[in-house]
């Protein structure tokens, strides 16, 4: 059972660069996650997914963008990166809601440079 | 801004004893309230749930929450040092979302 995982784990990447953080799921979870998680800050949430094609707006989405067009991939894309960036970022999902245990990937350690 | 609170530690903690952690939240209607255990360098995973005021028990962890006072706490009985972890607590805040605090470091010394 894969339950949630997440690629690459590590990435370096430059200034300006897009870059695209993948999330898949095994479970049928309805509720998908990105958070990002510094020191300081604490994991802030970026964006999240109810379902397929509907998706909303976190704490933190400037200079994300994010896309389900199925249930179980939850990809998260960095459209021009930024040194603020660098972060390690984590996916998450739950079953039908958010008021409900989360569970979460290993997570992805992006360097901004 | 939905906020919760915790003291970053480090809380120290010789092996065996019980270990206090406290989060506050700001939010009256939040009615959902989970511990997570955060490694270094690994992710958050769930040690416990809870809803009702009260305790709520599993095995050496009791989770313990006072709405009225807008409090939550876990107890880590006989203390080991494979607990030493940062703890997270996280608050519903009615927006299909949950609110995380900064978490506090525990360290239990053999």
């Known amino acids: 059972d894969a339950g949630i995982t997440q690629s690459p784990r590590y990435k370096i990447t430059e200034t300006g660069r897009q870059v695209t953080l993948m999330c898949h799921q095994t479970w049928s979870h309805s509720y998908m996650f990105w958070y990002r998680q510094d020191l300081g800050h604490g994991l802030r949430l970026i964006y999240y997914s109810a379902a397929a094609d509907i998706t909303d707006k976190g704490e933190v989405p400037d200079g994300y963008v994010v896309s389900r067009s199925k249930t179980e991939n939850f990809p998260l894309t960095l459209e021009s990166a930024t040194r603020s960036q660098t972060s390690v970022y984590f996916c998450?999902?739950?079953?039908?809601?958010?008021?409900?245990?989360?569970?979460f990937g290993p997570g992805t350690r992006l360097l901004v440079l | 801004q939905k906020e919760v609170e915790q003291n970053s530690g480090p809380l120290s903690v010789p092996e065996g004893a019980i270990a206090s952690l406290n989060c506050t939240y700001s939010?009256?209607?939040?009615?959902?309230f989970f511990w997570y255990r955060q490694y270094s360098g690994k992710s958050p995973e769930l040690i416990m749930s809870?809803?009702?005021?009260g305790d709520k028990e599993d095995g050496r962890f009791t989770a313990q929450l006072n709405k009225a006072s807008q409090y939550v706490s876990l107890l880590i009985r006989d203390s080991q040092p494979s607990d030493s972890a940062t703890y997270l607590c996280?608050?519903?805040?009615?927006?299909?979302?949950?609110?995380f605090g900064k978490g506090t470091m525990l360290l239990v010394s053999p």
């Open positions: 996280a608050v519903d805040s009615g927006y299909s979302t949950l609110t």
């Open positions: 998450a999902s739950s079953v039908s809601g958010a008021a409900e245990t989360q569970y």
């Open positions: 939010d009256r209607v939040s009615q959902s």
């Open positions: 809870i809803y009702s005021n």
